[in-house]
């Protein structure tokens, strides 16, 4: 349980101490110091040239999420003319996608990054930088449900209720009906990553070249042919994916994309942006059209100047071999065509999209291979916002503050918003008071499943779901949402993907190629796609400002 001086702003030491403890009960205090040295940002990039040194140096960033933004945040400490592109018109962060249901910003939900994980310490330098306000999402009691092959439970740490009235629906061997559910869990997604030597679990969060044979073999199975090699019945893995659906979307994936999520506990003690996870990007954003901003303590005249052209979709990049000059060639919101030339580029967009982009000459045929097969995985959020707060007013399936349901529905799950979990005015946190629940977060083919038809009757089932979970009447909820929204990633035009997720033998493949520079060392890579946390803001954040230090390395030899 998170202590109540921790609910807001945490130290490092505080986090750093959450950290501990959880790796100490989870068996692996050795790991604590190989996660926090390899989630820590890179170095400055003033260690590799001085301030004011790439005057009149060009630099074009395609992308405007988290990894394009603090790219262009510490290249501009070096007074480079920077200029970003983003092909979204109307608004900035990639996926950072924070929707808000009033004008006072009072009431909003996530489409994008949810969770802020204690050990992202890359994600909290910037936080900590901007002086961004957090707060935990850990409920003091999860009391939040299970619900599954029709059966309602309340979420146990134990787990003794899934054992009692989950495990007779299932065909479980006798070994397996033996296992606590806790030991079920460890020993279907743990083993192989506690089979590995702590110096071989670092390798989870290193792009390397070659892999050692032990840890790579692990990456080239799925999370199914895992849990078959070591002997689960079918019946168990059914079992599994049906209390655990971000697991059943992951059965197909590299078994890496669990380890990593279990090596750095990427799911214990996690945080959000105060306000909403928008104001991250914001926070970049202001810096950079800021003249003179604080967060630098630098005179102003040796930052550099930065151009941020949203609504301008980059189509081509070339590298004609008598010129050493990087051209891009994009689109204006208007659809007039223009090129522009750099001396550096870093490429921030998902492969889903540069796919799309014309590149002339072709980069290395592995990269181009990785553009064409890199996965990303599909995710579909639902967001109500709610007249009143319905999961806060039944005793016995509801007054849930805060925390995840989990369901094998199609909606696979509901996250409830955090703002009642301690309240400083108990008057003001009734259940009467409205509220944005996430409705149905899924993701994998049940994401899909719910989208691709009728939006009335997407709302529906979704709605009808719901109700089913928290044992309501049908058509409870019909009156009780004032307004809703869906954000399929899947259909977003500049994302195709919500993010990447490697299939079996995709990192040893192309992690190391992916990341590479191009045309010279002229054109750098960046983003969650090509970092060794996909999916999460430390992957764009650390990949961003990592690539600012290559630059910077490159100009001055």
Same mark, same amino acid.
Request: proline residues 6%; glycine residues 6%.
């Given at each position: 349980m998170?202590?109540?001086?921790?609910f807001?702003?945490?130290?490092?030491?505080?986090?750093?101490?959450l950290?501990?403890?959880?790796?100490?009960?989870?068996?692996?205090?050795?790991d604590?110091?190989?996660?926090l040295e390899?989630?820590s940002?890179?170095p400055?990039?003033?260690?590799?040239?001085s301030?004011g040194?790439?005057?009149?140096?060009?630099i074009?960033?395609?992308?405007?999420?988290?990894?394009g933004?603090?790219?262009a945040?510490?290249l501009?400490?070096?007074?480079?003319?920077?200029?970003?592109?983003?092909?979204?018109?109307?608004?900035?962060?990639?996926?950072i996608y924070?929707?808000?249901?009033?004008?006072?910003r009072?009431?909003?939900?996530e489409?994008?990054?949810?969770?802020?994980?204690?050990?992202?310490?890359t994600?909290?330098?910037?936080i900590?930088?901007f002086?961004?306000?957090?707060?935990?999402?850990?409920?003091?009691?999860?009391?939040?449900?299970?619900?599954?092959?029709?059966?309602?439970?309340?979420?146990?740490?134990?787990?003794?209720?899934?054992?009692e009235?989950?495990?007779p629906?299932y065909d479980l061997?006798?070994?397996?009906?033996?296992?606590?559910w806790?030991e079920?869990t460890?020993?279907a997604?743990?083993t192989l990553?506690?089979?590995?030597?702590?110096?071989?679990?670092?390798?989870?969060?290193k792009?390397?070249?070659?892999?050692?044979?032990?840890?790579a073999?692990?990456?080239?199975?799925?999370?199914?042919?895992?849990?078959?090699?070591?002997?689960?019945?079918?019946?168990?893995?059914?079992?599994?994916?049906?209390?655990?659906?971000?697991?059943?979307?992951?059965?197909?994936?590299?078994?890496?994309?669990?380890?990593?999520g279990?090596?750095?506990?990427d799911?214990?003690?996690?945080?959000?942006?105060?306000?909403?996870?928008?104001?991250?990007?914001i926070a970049?954003?202001?810096? +950079?059209?800021? =003249?003179? *901003?604080?967060?630098?303590?630098?005179?102003?005249?040796?930052?550099?100047?930065v %151009?941020?052209r @949203? /609504?301008?979709?980059?189509?081509?990049?070339s590298n004609?071999?008598?010129?050493?000059?990087?051209?891009?060639r994009?689109?204006n919101?208007?659809?007039?065509?223009?090129?522009?030339?750099?001396?550096?580029?870093?490429?921030?967009?998902p492969f889903?999209?540069?796919?799309?982009?014309?590149?002339?000459?072709?980069?290395?045929?592995?990269k181009m291979?990785?553009?064409?097969?890199?996965?990303?995985?599909?995710a579909?959020k639902t967001?109500f916002?709610?007249?009143?707060?319905?999961?806060?007013k039944?005793?016995?399936?509801?007054?849930?503050?805060?925390?995840?349901s989990?369901?094998?529905?199609?909606?696979?799950?509901?996250?409830?918003p955090?703002?009642? +979990?301690?309240? =400083?005015? *108990?008057?003001?946190?009734?259940y009467?008071?409205?509220g944005?629940?996430?409705? %149905?977060?899924? @993701? /994998?083919?049940?994401?899909?499943?719910?989208?691709?038809?009728?939006?009335?009757?997407?709302?529906?089932?979704?709605?009808?779901?719901?109700?089913?979970?928290h044992d309501?009447?049908?058509?409870y909820?019909?009156?009780?949402?004032?307004?809703?929204?869906?954000v399929?990633?899947?259909?977003?035009?500049?994302?195709?993907?919500?993010?990447?997720?490697n299939?079996?033998?995709?990192?040893?493949?192309?992690?190391?190629?992916?990341?590479?520079p191009?045309?010279?060392?002229?054109?750098f890579?960046?983003?969650e796609?090509?970092?060794?946390?996909?999916?999460?803001?430390?992957?764009?954040l650390?990949?961003?400002?990592?690539a600012a230090?290559?630059?910077?390395?490159?100009?001055?030899r």
């Amino acid at each position: 349980m998170i202590r109540q001086d921790l609910f807001t702003n945490p130290t490092d030491e505080q986090r750093h101490q959450l950290l501990r403890d959880s790796l100490n009960r989870a068996g692996r205090p050795e790991d604590y110091e190989n996660i926090l040295e390899l989630l820590s940002p890179p170095p400055d990039i003033t260690e590799y040239a001085s301030p004011g040194s790439l005057k009149n140096t060009t630099i074009g960033i395609i992308g405007g999420g988290l990894a394009g933004l603090s790219a262009a945040y510490e290249l501009r400490k070096l007074g480079a003319n920077i200029t970003l592109f983003d092909a979204q018109g109307d608004r900035l962060g990639g996926r950072i996608y924070t929707e808000y249901f009033d004008e006072a910003r009072q009431y909003f939900g996530e489409f994008g990054a949810l969770r802020i994980p204690v050990s992202h310490e890359t994600t909290w330098h910037y936080i900590n930088l901007f002086h961004l306000n957090t707060e935990s999402l850990a409920a003091p009691a999860s009391n939040n449900i299970i619900y599954a092959h029709q059966i309602r439970l309340r979420r146990q740490p134990s787990g003794q209720n899934i054992t009692e009235q989950l495990y007779p629906q299932y065909d479980l061997t006798e070994a397996e009906a033996e296992m606590s559910w806790p030991e079920l869990t460890d020993y279907a997604l743990d083993t192989l990553l506690n089979r590995l030597s702590p110096e071989m679990r670092t390798e989870i969060l290193k792009i390397l070249p070659e892999y050692s044979n032990e840890y790579a073999g692990i990456t080239k199975m799925s999370t199914r042919q895992v849990m078959e090699m070591l002997g689960l019945s079918q019946e168990a893995i059914n079992l599994l994916s049906a209390v655990e659906p971000f697991t059943c979307a992951l059965l197909n994936a590299s078994h890496d994309e669990v380890m990593s999520g279990t090596y750095s506990l990427d799911f214990a003690n996690v945080y959000r942006i105060r306000g909403g996870m928008v104001r991250l990007p914001i926070a970049f954003y202001q810096s +950079l059209l800021n =003249e003179n *901003p604080p967060e630098y303590n630098l005179s102003p005249d040796l930052l550099g100047k930065v %151009s941020i052209r @949203l /609504g301008q979709s980059v189509t081509g990049i070339s590298n004609p071999s008598n010129i050493d000059r990087v051209t891009l060639r994009y689109n204006n919101s208007n659809g007039s065509e223009n090129t522009e030339s750099f001396d550096y580029v870093i490429c921030t967009i998902p492969f889903s999209t540069l796919r799309e982009v014309e590149v002339t000459p072709f980069f290395s045929n592995q990269k181009m291979q990785a553009i064409k097969e890199l996965n990303y995985i599909d995710a579909q959020k639902t967001l109500f916002f709610c007249k009143e707060r319905f999961w806060e007013k039944n005793a016995d399936y509801g007054r849930m503050n805060g925390g995840i349901s989990f369901t094998d529905l199609p909606i696979q799950s509901i996250v409830y918003p955090p703002d009642h +979990l301690r309240c =400083e005015s *108990p008057e003001n946190c009734t259940y009467d008071t409205p509220g944005v629940l996430l409705a %149905s977060y899924n @993701l /994998g083919p049940d994401a899909l499943r719910i989208s691709n038809q009728n939006a009335l009757r997407r709302f529906d089932l979704i709605k009808r779901n719901v109700e089913e979970v928290h044992d309501l009447p049908g058509g409870y909820l019909d009156t009780l949402i004032n307004s809703h929204k869906t954000v399929h990633w899947n259909d977003e035009q500049w994302a195709r993907g919500a993010f990447a997720v490697n299939n079996p033998g995709q990192k040893v493949n192309f992690s190391y190629a992916m990341l590479q520079p191009e045309y010279d060392n002229k054109v750098f890579f960046a983003g969650e796609h090509v970092s060794t946390k996909p999916g999460w803001m430390q992957g764009a954040l650390y990949t961003g400002k990592a690539a600012a230090n290559r630059v910077a390395r490159q100009d001055i030899r």
